[in-house]
């Protein structure tokens, strides 16, 4: 089994992504968007601020 292969089986396997979900509270979010909008350029806000919203969704499906 291959790097690629191994990879996919973790990110497909339903207790990863169950733990990730768990990870995915909106504080941790906002944390992750504050701490990127820190060292992205200015420009970049509003993306990040969409994909923390994206995240925070995803976390409570």
């Given at each position: ?26 504080g ?8 990127l ?16 919203e ?8």
């Open positions: 089994m291959g790097l690629f292969d191994k990879a996919k089986e973790f990110v497909t396997d339903p207790d990863n992504i169950e733990k990730a979900k768990e990870q995915l509270n909106d941790n979010v906002d944390a992750a968007t504050d701490k909008k820190e060292i992205a350029p200015d420009k970049a806000d509003g993306l990040i601020d969409s994909l923390g994206k995240a925070k969704d995803f976390g409570q499906s």
